[in-house]
Nanobody
Framework: EVQLVESGGGMVQPGGSLRLSCAAS????????MDWVRQAPGKGPEWVSS????????NYADFVKGRFTVSRDNAKNTLYLQMNSLQPEDTALYYC??????????????WGQGTQVTVSS
């Protein structure tokens, strides 16, 4: 059974940082490109970032470029998202997902259960 379990969310003040993790199991993680997706209350899901299977190529949505960094540790079957300079508009549920097409939100059944990030003073 494919499982993606996110962790590391929480509440942080504007300008703060968080590091999200996603533990993967049930598939060959080291062979699969991965995404981060987010969904704010009352809004549709947004693609945030992608990383290729090896970890050597990444891509970011314009609204996080320069602030967020995606990485992976294939030996630990874990995906990461380092988020710096967080702003209130970054408040959302953050999901890791198996990637299908870079830059596009994959189907819901490709996502984990999500971790909440709240940015507020």
């Amino acid at each position: 059974e494919v499982q993606l379990v996110e962790s590391g969310g929480g509440m942080v003040q504007p300008g703060g940082s968080l590091r999200l993790s996603c533990a993967a199991s049930g598939f060959t993680f080291s062979s699969v490109d991965m995404d981060w997706v987010r969904q704010a209350p009352g809004k549709g899901p947004e693609w945030v970032s992608s990383i290729n299977w090896r970890g050597g190529t990444t891509n970011y949505a314009d609204f996080v470029k320069g602030r967020f960094t995606v990485s992976r540790d294939n030996a630990k079957n874990t995906l990461y998202l380092q988020m710096n300079s967080l702003q209130p508009e970054d408040t959302a549920l953050y999901y890791c997902a198996r990637s299908i097409i870079w830059g596009r939100v994959p189907p819901r059944n490709y996502w984990g259960q999500g971790t909440q990030v709240t940015v507020s003073s």
